[in-house]
């Protein structure tokens, strides 16, 4: 059986879940951490660290499919400034949980929101909302706001203390700093937000080139969007290292089914070519792809500019090594290019359009 614990509280590592946490943990009663992880955010190789640094049992809950599911259909409640869908985002976190109870003996549910802090799922009404589509009516409590909102069952019925919460509203994050420091003296005061790249401008259009050319995407095709440098021709899909810990990355993600790329004799990117619905590429593509590497090896292509002589790039594919010698360029036959960020409003908005 499962440790059993007083409360479950949604810990994305950021002040506010610990913070609501600590309150909680104030009042004599047990709370486990979930932190729910998907290729868009999650931090799991810090749960030994917030276990030293704030003394929270966290344990990992991967929803990657079930999120990736969401973002295809199109999150019911919209999505925010660049691809994150916050309100669904808390109420598929909520219902999660709320599953989870029973595993973990725990009689409720706490989260760190803060009422007015950010405007899509923080707001009153959508509080309100996340709060009854997620079907924790009677088990959320919110303790870093709860003085500004209804009493919970939890507070009536004498479970947790209310008037030892707080009324904390707005975007000001003071309140939340000061009890950092001055109540609980951490050593490290945590970013504010958990860090999500579903919030930022840069991801956005990698993820929608990847959803535009595969129907079922998998998981990891959503991490591998986020490594490196990131280039497209048509269906195309190449992914370079810039640095060894992304082409060490990329060596890891690589599947037989891909074409990796990598210069013989000299340094340089590797670079992982991954087919989507569009299936196998041909000839001039590889041809292409080796090019585009070529070109990033910044010694062979020194060596290429003094002798002529061409680079060889090895292309595994299917168990199998080929090597081709190519002429470094980053002009090729197919056109690689970068994903835009101005493709996003109008893939939200024919999103909205399909969904009616
Ligand atoms: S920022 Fe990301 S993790 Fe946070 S609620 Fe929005 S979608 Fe979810």
């Keep these: 059986m499962a440790k059993q614990y007083d409360a479950l509280a949604l810990l994305s590592g950021g002040l506010d879940s610990i913070l609501a946490v600590k309150l909680i943990q104030d009042q004599g009663l047990t709370v486990l951490g979930l932190h729910f992880t998907s290729p868009f955010f999650g931090k799991s190789h810090r749960f030994d660290s917030w276990k030293e640094l704030y003394g929270i049992d966290v344990v990992e809950v ?12 199109g999150p019911p409640n919209g999505f925010g400034k660049w691809l994150n869908p916050c309100v669904d985002c808390k109420i598929m976190m909520l219902g999660k949980a709320r599953a989870l109870m029973e595993k973990y003996g725990a009689k409720f549910i706490i989260s ?17 909302l996340i709060r009854k589509q997620a079907g924790v009516q009677d088990v959320l409590l919110r303790p870093l706001s709860a003085l500004k909102l209804e009493p919970t069952p939890m507070e009536k019925s004498g479970l947790v203390d209310r008037s030892r ?6 975007r000001t994050r003071k309140p939340q700093l000061e009890m950092a420091k001055e109540r609980y003296g951490f050593r490290e005061i945590p ?41 497209w021709a048509g269906h195309r899909w190449l992914s370079m290292g810039r640095k060894q810990v992304e082409n060490q990355r990329l060596e890891k993600l690589a599947r037989d089914t891909d074409y990796f790329f990598k210069t013989v004799n000299f340094p340089g990117p590797v670079a992982l070519g991954r087919p989507t ?3 196998d590429w041909d000839e001039v593509s590889i041809r292409a792809a080796a090019e585009l590497t070529a070109s990033y090896a910044s010694k062979a292509v020194r060596h290429f500019e003094a002798t002529g002589e061409p680079v060889t790039v090895a292309v595994i594919h299917k168990g199998e090594t080929a090597e081709i010698r190519v002429e470094p360029r980053r002009e090729t036959s197919v056109d690689w290019q970068e994903p835009k960020q101005d493709i996003v409003k109008p893939w939200k908005q024919a999103q909205l359009e399909a969904q009616g």
Excluded: W
């Design 62 to 73: 991967d929803i990657s499919r079930d999120y990736v599911n969401m973002m295809l259909q």
């Design 112 to 128: 760190g929101e803060v009422m007015g802090q950010r405007p899509m799922s923080q707001r009153r009404d959508s509080m309100s």
């Design 165 to 170: 919460l707080m009324g904390i509203v707005g």
């Design 191 to 231: 970013t504010p937000a958990g860090g999500c790249v579903l919030a930022e401008a840069s991801a956005a259009g990698r993820f929608i080139r990847v959803m535009e050319e595969k129907d079922s995407p998998h998981p990891m095709d959503f991490v591998v969007a986020q490594i490196g440098r990131q280039v």
């Design 277 to 279: 619905d569009a299936g």
